[in-house]
């Protein structure tokens, strides 16, 4: 599977979205856009080529092609997609992505993404360019990393990473997460030592602690507020903890402020 570098942590700026008609003036098209990506989102059968490699477009494929490519399509009837033809930025870290890959369970959302941004556009471009910068983000995942060596993140981590985000405040046990993401708790403790280096319990503790460092330095939330927020409400086990992750006392991490090289919770 032929794929491309994408650097996206940067938004994208936008030279066109829209919806594409095409087929009834001809089964064939072949150009290329020499300074813009292309991305579609097919709801139809038909044949593409990028730069003589052939793919099988099939309702619910997305595609990215990049800027330069030599583009022929072979339609089989009236076929209509989105399109949006954009810039990329150029900082940060290069996601492999591949040319076209199946939507998935990302169907629905990157349809809605679509959507909105051709509702945008041109009207409110910074809106429609919020829109695809989201989907583009949900393209990048799609399909694991094809770099040699980094093994992809395995759904139940995912699944569980996601679900101690989103209940940092809670209680929170092993099991019920292991249950939450389909997978034995002996497992998920297996899977996630792999993937992350340490415990479930650790990674949970380590993600308090840095949510807590964040709201202490960037806000005047009062502590039992804060202690609260991240799962520990009893103020002596929270002091305790502030004490033991990020060496110092709540107060103390409060008063030293944010310093950009502050060095993870552990």
Known sequence: ?????????????????????HGPAGHVDVFSLPDLWQLHLYDYHADLTVDGTPYSIRPGRVSLVPPGSDVRYRYRGRSEHFYVHLRLGTAGTPHRIPVIQPAGPE?????????????????TPARAAAEIWSALWRIAVLAPPGEPGTPAVHPSVASATALIEARLAEPLTVPEIARAAGVSHNHLTRLFRAATGETVVGYIRARRMERARHFLRATTLSIPAIAASVGIPDLHAFNKACRRELGASPRAVRTARSRPDDPPAR
């Not at 032929?2 to 594409?20: K, Q």
């Open 1 to 21: 599977m032929r794929t491309v570098l994408a650097r996206l942590d940067e938004p994208p700026t936008l030279a066109g979205v829209g919806i594409g008609v």
């Open 107 to 123: 169907l629905d959302p990157l349809t809605a993404r679509f959507r909105q941004a051709l509702a945008a556009w041109p009207r």
